[in-house]
């Protein structure tokens, strides 16, 4: 899939300002007045302007709107309609901390389930999707999670907490590499299957059905090579986990090195997410001979 920098920022964001909401929901860390203001805002910030960004991938960003209307058939529409949700009673929750010293802790709870219940509708948009079999497994929603409830806990200085979720991240985060490399031959498909032709014997593609390159081609026949993949894996896997245990493990803990570590768990961040989008191999490939 073409790896659009809307949608990696859109997954990337928004899944840490969700996971930061689902800390502060739970009273991780315990704080009110300007302190409760600052993470609160870091966390809108985050979760709204990733959404924000996905409006970009819109063929018309006018329309988004619209999917509201499909929840019952739409992860996307579901989300849409989570996201809101939490933000309204997040709002709240935030309302009685900053202003009024007030802890609503069911509010807050509330506010928790419903954030991670947005990110793991996010997750379902792609796990949801057997054309791309890397992407259709329960491994999705899972690393969707871990990276929402890390990179909210280093944000929210959950440092303990933080340590031991990004090394299982980084562990599952290898495992669904792994596991990835050979998700479209156990798949079953094939070009005989992809153009039902397969009783009549062996399909092989005589001429390229378009001339020139178009919207399927650029979107979902991305070709990434394996020299780049290798580089990448290992630059996300170092970026995400390792130097940010490293830093948190090792060294000083003040706020120089607390934001040193969620930087280079944000660029590793971005480096996973590419490649999930890169490497997604959807079966309309196999109409152009590119799988």
Same mark, same amino acid.
């Given at each position: 899939?073409?790896? =659009?920098?809307?949608?990696?920022?859109?997954? %990337?964001?928004?899944?840490?300002?969700?996971?930061?909401?689902?800390?502060?929901?739970?009273?991780?860390?315990?704080?009110?007045?300007?302190? /409760?203001? /600052?993470?609160?805002? $870091?966390?809108?910030?985050?979760?709204?302007?990733?959404?924000?960004?996905? #409006?970009?991938?819109?063929?018309?960003?006018?329309? %988004?709107?619209? %999917?509201?209307?499909?929840?019952?058939?739409?992860?996307?529409?579901?989300?849409?309609?989570? /996201?809101?949700?939490?933000?309204?009673?997040?709002? $709240?929750?935030?309302?009685?901390?900053?202003?009024?010293?007030?802890?609503?802790?069911?509010?807050?709870?509330?506010?928790?389930?419903?954030?991670?219940?947005?990110?793991?509708?996010?997750?379902?948009?792609?796990?949801?999707?057997?054309?791309?079999?890397?992407?259709?497994?329960?491994?999705?929603?899972?690393?969707?999670?871990?990276? =929402?409830?890390?990179?909210?806990?280093?944000?929210?200085?959950?440092?303990?907490?933080?340590?031991?979720?990004?090394?299982?991240?980084?562990?599952?985060?290898?495992?669904?590499?792994?596991?990835? +490399? +050979?998700?479209?031959?156990?798949?079953?498909? #094939?070009?005989?299957?992809?153009?039902?032709?397969?009783?009549?014997?062996?399909?092989?593609?005589?001429?390229?059905?378009?001339?020139?390159?178009?919207?399927?081609?650029? +979107?979902?026949?991305?070709?990434? &090579?394996?020299?780049?993949?290798?580089?990448?894996?290992?630059?996300?896997?170092?970026?995400? &986990?390792?130097?940010? $245990?490293?830093?948190? !493990?090792?060294?000083?803990?003040?706020?120089?090195? /607390?934001?040193?570590?969620?930087?280079?768990?944000?660029?590793?961040?971005?480096?996973?997410?590419?490649?999930?989008?890169?490497?997604?191999?959807? !079966?309309?490939?196999?109409?152009?001979?590119?799988?």
């Amino acid at each position: 899939m073409h790896p =659009a920098p809307s949608v990696i920022i859109f997954t %990337a964001l928004s899944g840490l300002g969700f996971g930061l909401m689902g800390w502060l929901g739970v009273g991780l860390p315990a704080v009110s007045g300007w302190s /409760a203001f /600052a993470l609160f805002f $870091v966390a809108y910030g985050l979760a709204v302007g990733g959404l924000v960004a996905s #409006t970009f991938h819109l063929g018309n960003p006018k329309r %988004a709107i619209k %999917a509201f209307s499909q929840w019952r058939s739409s992860w996307l529409s579901r989300e849409g309609i989570l /996201a809101i949700v939490s933000l309204l009673v997040m709002a $709240v929750y935030a309302i009685g901390l900053i202003f009024l010293n007030q802890r609503w802790q069911i509010v807050g709870w509330a506010g928790a389930v419903l954030s991670l219940g947005t990110v793991f509708t996010t997750s379902m948009i792609y796990a949801q999707m057997k054309t791309v079999p890397r992407w259709n497994t329960p491994l999705t929603p899972a690393l969707f999670f871990l990276y =929402a409830l890390a990179g909210g806990a280093l944000l929210a200085g959950q440092t303990s907490a933080a340590v031991l979720l990004l090394i299982v991240l980084s562990i599952v985060q290898v495992v669904a590499w792994t596991l990835g +490399e +050979e998700s479209f031959s156990r798949a079953g498909h #094939t070009i005989e299957t992809a153009t039902g032709l397969g009783n009549l014997g062996r399909v092989r593609l005589l001429e390229s059905p378009h001339s020139s390159p178009n919207y399927l081609l650029k +979107e979902m026949v991305y070709v990434v &090579g394996r020299k780049h993949v290798d580089k990448l894996r290992v630059i996300a896997i170092f970026l995400m &986990g390792l130097v940010p $245990v490293a830093i948190i !493990v090792l060294l000083p803990n003040n706020q120089f090195m /607390a934001a040193a570590a969620v930087i280079s768990h944000i660029i590793g961040l971005f480096a996973s997410r590419w490649l999930f989008f890169a490497q997604a191999e959807h !079966v309309v490939g196999l109409y152009y001979g590119k799988r």
